[in-house]
Nanobody, 124 residues
Framework: QVQLVESGGGLVQAGGSLRLSCAAS????????MGWFRQAPGKEREFVGG????????DYSEPVKGRFTISRDNAKNTVYLQMNRLNPEDTAVYYC?????????????????WGQGTQVTVSS
């Protein structure tokens, strides 16, 4: 069992930055591939990026590639999402999720545990 808690969301102007954190409970955090997803009002939840349990493989969706960076600290049971050059299209609730897949998966059904989400709002 893994419990995930996101933090770091908020309101930021376009062009600004935010760093989201996802703290995990449990001693097996280092065994999980971690994903970040987001869901805007009226839209489906979409894959933002993910990091393998080893940290060696990191994938990003095209809309965020080059602007967002995912990292993890297994000693702190935490995964991070650094978001730079934010734009209003990035406004959404952001979720972290844990999967036992060896590499990040884009489909939500590959993830077994989810956080409650944190709101990110980017003003123009």
């Amino acid at each position: 069992q893994v419990q995930l808690v996101e933090s770091g969301g908020g309101l930021v102007q376009a062009g600004g930055s935010l760093r989201l954190s996802c703290a995990a409970s449990g001693r097996t955090f280092s065994s999980y591939t971690m994903g970040w997803f987001r869901q805007a009002p009226g839209k489906e939840r979409e894959f933002v990026g993910g990091i393998a349990w080893s940290g060696i493989r990191i994938d990003y969706s095209e809309p965020v590639k080059g602007r967002f960076t995912i990292s993890r600290d297994n000693a702190k049971n935490t995964v991070y999402l650094q978001m730079n050059r934010l734009n209003p299209e990035d406004t959404a609730v952001y979720y972290c999720a844990a999967s036992l897949d060896p590499i990040p998966a884009m489909r939500t059904r590959r993830y077994d545990y989810w956080g409650q989400g944190t709101q990110v709002t980017v003003s123009s």
